[in-house]
C-alpha cells in the first residue's frame, strides 16, 4: 500500500458520459499529480495541484477537469466520454509543489473503460 | 527538461545481472536523475535517484559517469518478478511535474 489512495479501481460507462475519479494523497502531501496512461500513449501528465491550487498543467483536454479540495482529496472529472479515453488513471502526490522526483507516490489507478 | 532515451525493450534470465542505460545529452546542473519501476496495472514505484557517481540501495544500483551524459541501472541477480517496465527521469528541484518516457520492458525468463 503506497498511502494514495484511488477510487473506484474499475469504471466501465458509456460514451457520452461523465465520470468522476478520486485520489486520496498519501498523508502529509500536499501535491496531487494526475496522469493518464493508454496502451499507445504512455503516462501522460494531466495536471497538478498544490494545497488546493492548480500548479502545472499538461496535455489535458478541456472535457477534463480536476479541483483539490480543502480536506486535499482531488478529483479528476471527465465529460463527454469518448472511447479513446479509455485508459488507466493515476494519481501521484508529493510533499512539495515541485516535482524533485524522489517525493512521488503513486496510487494503483483506475482503470475506465468507455464503451 | 532534459530528454531521455533508453531501450525499448530488453530480455534476461532468472538470476543474471541487467543493465540498463539511459542517455541524457542535455542534462543541467541542477538536474538528478531517477529511475522508477512500473508493473502491469500498477502505479510506477519509485527505485533509485542519484547525481553522480554510485549509489546502491538495496534494491538497485544506479552508475553515472563524470560527464552525466548517460546513467545505467543495474539490476543484480533478477527474477521473474522484476518484469516491468523501468523509467528513467532527469528533474531537478525546481521541475514543476515529471515527465514520463516510453521506458525499456524488461522481459526476464525462467
Known amino acids: 500500500d503506497s498511502g494514495v489512495t484511488q477510487t473506484p479501481k474499475h469504471l466501465i460507462t458509456a460514451t457520452g458520459q461523465r465520470v468522476t475519479l478520486r485520489c486520496s494523497p498519501r498523508?502529509?502531501?500536499?501535491?496531487v499529480y494526475w496522469y493518464q496512461q493508454s496502451l499507445d500513449q504512455g503516462l501522460q501528465f494531466l495536471i497538478q495541484?498544490?494545497?488546493?491550487?492548480?500548479?502545472a498543467k499538461g496535455n489535458i483536454l478541456e472535457r477534463f477537469s480536476a479541483q483539490q479540495f480543502p480536506d486535499l482529496h482531488s478529483e479528476l472529472n471527465l465529460s463527454s466520454l469518448e472511447l479513446g479515453d479509455s485508459a488507466l488513471y493515476f494519481c501521484?502526490?508529493?510533499?512539495?509543489?515541485?516535482?524533485?522526483?524522489?517525493?512521488?507516490?503513486f496510487g494503483s489507478g483506475t482503470r475506465l473503460t468507455v464503451v | 527538461l532534459a530528454k531521455t532515451t533508453q531501450p525499448i525493450s530488453m530480455d534476461s534470465y532468472e538470476g543474471q545481472e541487467v543493465n540498463i542505460t539511459c542517455s541524457h545529452n542535455?542534462?543541467?546542473?541542477?538536474?538528478?536523475i531517477t529511475w522508477y519501476q512500473q508493473f502491469p496495472s500498477q502505479g510506477p514505484r519509485f527505485i533509485i535517484q542519484?547525481?553522480?557517481t554510485k549509489v546502491t540501495n538495496e534494491v538497485a544500483s544506479l552508475f553515472i559517469p563524470a560527464d552525466r551524459k548517460s546513467s545505467t541501472l543495474s539490476l543484480p541477480r533478477v527474477s521473474l518478478s522484476d518484469t516491468a517496465v523501468y523509467y528513467c527521469?532527469?528533474?531537478?528541484?525546481?521541475?514543476?511535474?515529471?515527465?514520463f518516457g516510453t521506458g525499456t520492458r524488461l522481459q526476464v525468463f525462467p
Open positions: 501521484a502526490s508529493s510533499v512539495v509543489d515541485r516535482a524533485s522526483g524522489y517525493g512521488y507516490t
Open positions: 498523508s502529509g502531501d500536499l501535491s
Open positions: 495541484y498544490y494545497n488546493g491550487e492548480e500548479r
Open positions: 542535455n542534462i543541467a546542473t541542477n538536474d538528478y
Open positions: 542519484g547525481y553522480k
Open positions: 527521469l532527469v528533474s531537478s528541484y525546481n521541475t514543476d511535474k515529471l515527465i
